[in-house]
């Protein structure tokens, strides 16, 4: 088992910028990767950005050149730098870690952080 924290969420005005952590409650070296999703009132939850233990990144399209996610294994944290944002990245930023064994898999996630983008 592990929590997962997320911190960081606030109110921000368009163009600016936000750091989401998420702080595992135990080492996340075997924890094969870590996401961050995020879910807009009335939407489905959806993909932002995912890192694997080897640090291969995936972005969705909407946020390619603007988001950066990294995982800091000494710290048991992961992160999403969020620049240029934009009112549509209004959202709850939930964390998600994946950890893969030969019996099956687990996922984890976090409570949210609220992200509001707004002037």
């Known amino acids: 088992q592990v929590q997962l924290v997320e911190s960081g969420g606030g109110l921000v005005q368009p163009g600016g910028s936000l750091t989401l952590s998420c702080a595992a409650s135990r080492s996340i070296i075997r924890l094969d990767v870590m996401g961050w999703y995020r879910q807009a009132p009335g939407k489905q939850r959806e993909l932002v950005a995912t890192?694997?233990?080897?640090?291969?990144?995936n972005y969705a399209d909407s946020v390619k050149g603007r988001f950066t996610i990294s995982r800091d294994n000494a710290k048991n944290t992961a992160y999403l730098q969020m620049n240029v944002l934009k009112p549509e990245d209004t959202a709850v930023y939930y964390c998600n870690a994946l950890e893969l064994r030969p019996g099956g898999r687990s996922d984890y996630w976090g409570q949210g952080t609220q992200v509001t983008v707004s002037s």
């Open positions: 890192i694997t233990r080897g640090g291969t990144t």
